[in-house]
């Protein structure tokens, strides 16, 4: 069932990521009155031709979109199958030994005769 889960996000994760980049490829629909104003040079020499472009960029779009939906109602149902627990998150962590006690400093040695004390020592 993992792997049905992984194989569904990445092919959700590519499609997302290939219809973003076909809908910044496309023009909207207001580039066209902007040829009216002369603003359209070279609109007609495309890589699709005058219409095919458009034709074949927003179909391949409305098919990228529906394998989106697609595999995102599958998620939701999958993600639905699997138990979810009701308590805490840190219920499931693995139980820890007792930290160790701190080491304890010995006393340092006497000081020579005459060496001076440094307070706090």
Not at 47 to 64: K, P, Q
Not at 68 to 77: K, R, V
Not at 100 to 108: H, L, M, S, V, W
Request: proline content about 7%; charged content about 5%; some cysteine.
């Amino acid at each position: 069932m993992n792997v049905v889960l992984t194989i569904l996000l990445a092919v959700q994760l590519l499609s997302a990521l290939a219809m973003i980049g076909l809908i910044l490829v496309q023009h909207g629909k207001g580039a066209d009155a902007g040829a009216a104003f002369g603003g359209g040079g070279a609109g007609s020499a495309t890589l699709f031709g005058a219409s095919g472009g458009a034709n074949f960029l927003s179909r391949s779009t409305a098919l990228l979109a529906t394998v989106f939906l697609a595999c995102t109602l599958a998620l939701a149902y999958f993600g639905k199958q699997q138990p979810v627990s009701s308590g805490s998150v840190l219920e499931n962590l693995p139980a820890e030994t007792a930290p160790a006690a701190p080491a304890q400093i010995p006393d340092a040695a006497p000081a020579p005769a005459g060496a001076a004390q440094i307070p706090g020592q």
